[in-house]
């Protein structure tokens, strides 16, 4: 049986005296009977040790004597003030609500960048709050914001011919990711869930070491447009293709395209079939950039093709140049639990800008195009062109009036 109430006040203030007078290894010893004494939690047992009968002396006839049951509320003060949190949020939309680990290395550069532009203005200590600010607490701040601001997709991809034959199999492990030019391609399908008759398809191609992402709408999956979008993105990459890893689709397996990457001297290899992990790096734009922009509506339209891609050539700039993400550097298996280490975030600018294949020449005219960039104002030109593709797919939806008599 414990001990009663009354006989855990009279041990406690025994040990207490030996407790108070004690050096700290000799503490150890104490607490350790105290708490086997009393049940009390180890935390609670060494706080009712330290305080009990303790004596503060405030006049020559008042003095304090500690109780342990009472607690004192902490009373704190708000370093992070309703300007930081408004300067905050106006830079989390910006950046399209990530979390506070991406937003962090970018925030001091995004916020000089806003304010050269007069799109925020800060007074001197809110700035240097934003600059200190950490991770956590960005994402502490944005808390009830990130309550007010998720649907799952399908597979439309078909098999290829026998073809797949002639391409090898390469996995996303044997990928060489410290040289740029070498990316994964895939299709996402705008069906709205009706998968009958023709409708867009977005070509998405992501750069396995930079993460730079090119995105091009075709009105269906015909080789065709499939091919001649490629060829269009492959001009507008900052350096050269080297490779092309697809799935094994038909609108990518097949002779034209084979035929193409041998002229052309590009490596070209295929994933395994139904293994979504060997494409996980266009996977994860797919729903990151594609998905976010233009959501899980049915586009079929020439007009809602034409604004798609006139919302793809602003939303290039601002994934490419603002967007900050982190890669995966090392997993390790402990028992039943994942540990997972990545890198600094980082822009797909700045991974170009930081990579050694890249030619000097392709980094000076990237400069310069960053230099020109708002990207508030590009934030402001998606969300309007978003807008209209909305309105587009609602029209077609509404039920017809009838025609008055």
């Known amino acids: 049986m414990g001990l009663t ?19 700290k290894k000799e503490k150890k010893a104490i607490l350790d009977e105290f708490v086997g004494l009393t049940g009390y939690n180890r935390c609670y047992a060494s706080h009712v040790l330290k305080t009990f009968g303790k004596k503060t002396r405030i006049s020559s006839r008042v003095v304090l004597v500690a109780d342990s049951k009472v607690r004192v509320k902490r009373t704190y003060t708000k370093t992070y003030d309703e300007k930081v949190k408004t300067a905050l949020v106006t830079v989390w939309r910006i950046l399209d609500y990530i979390c506070g680990k991406r ?40 808390k009830e914001e990130r309550k007010k601001v998720t649907l799952k997709g399908r597979s439309l991809t078909k098999p290829g011919t026998l073809l797949k034959s002639q391409i090898p199999i390469r996995t996303f492990s044997e990928w060489d990711e410290g040289r740029p030019g070498f990316v994964e391609v895939d299709l996402v399908g705008h069906d709205g869930g009706n998968s009958r008759g023709d409708f867009a398809q977005t070509l998405d191609v992501t750069d396995v070491c930079t993460g730079w992402t090119e995105t ?29 890893d697809s799935d094994n689709g038909g609108e990518f397996i097949n002779y034209h395209l084979i035929n193409y990457c041998k002229e ?7 994933s395994r079939s139904y293994r979504k992990n060997d494409g996980c790096y266009v996977e994860q734009k797919n729903y990151s950039v594609v998905r976010r922009a233009v959501g899980y509506l049915r586009y079929d339209t020439e007009e809602e093709l034409k604004r798609i891609n006139e919302l793809y050539c602003s939303l290039r700039l601002h994934t490419n140049f603002f967007m900050p993400s982190m890669k995966l550097l090392q997993k390790t298996r402990v028992g039943s639990k994942v540990f997972k280490k990545y890198d600094k975030p980082k822009t797909p600018y700045q991974r170009v800008l930081d990579s050694l294949q890249v030619s ?15 990207p508030a104002a590009l934030k402001r030109k998606i969300t309007g062109l978003q807008q209209k593709l909305l309105r587009l797919a609602q029209r077609k939806s509404a039920p017809k009036q009838p025609n008055a008599a």
């Open 5 to 23: 109430m009354k006989e855990r006040k009279s041990v406690t203030r025994e040990i207490a005296k030996k407790y108070q007078k004690a050096r």
């Open 103 to 142: 937003m962090k290395p970018v925030l001091g550069e995004l916020i000089e960048r806003l304010q050269r532009h007069r799109e925020i203005m800060l007074d001197e200590d809110t700035q240097q709050k934003l600059l200190r600010i950490s991770a956590s607490t960005i994402d502490r701040l944005l």
């Open 216 to 244: 091009q709408a075709v009105k269906n999956k015909a080789q065709r447009w499939v091919f001649e979008a490629l060829t269009d993105i492959r001009h507008r990459l900052p350096f050269p293709l080297l490779g092309i």
């Open 264 to 270: 052309e001297q590009l490596t070209f290899t295929r």
């Open 360 to 374: 000097e020449e392709d980094k000076k005219r990237l400069r310069k195009i960053y230099l020109l960039l708002n």
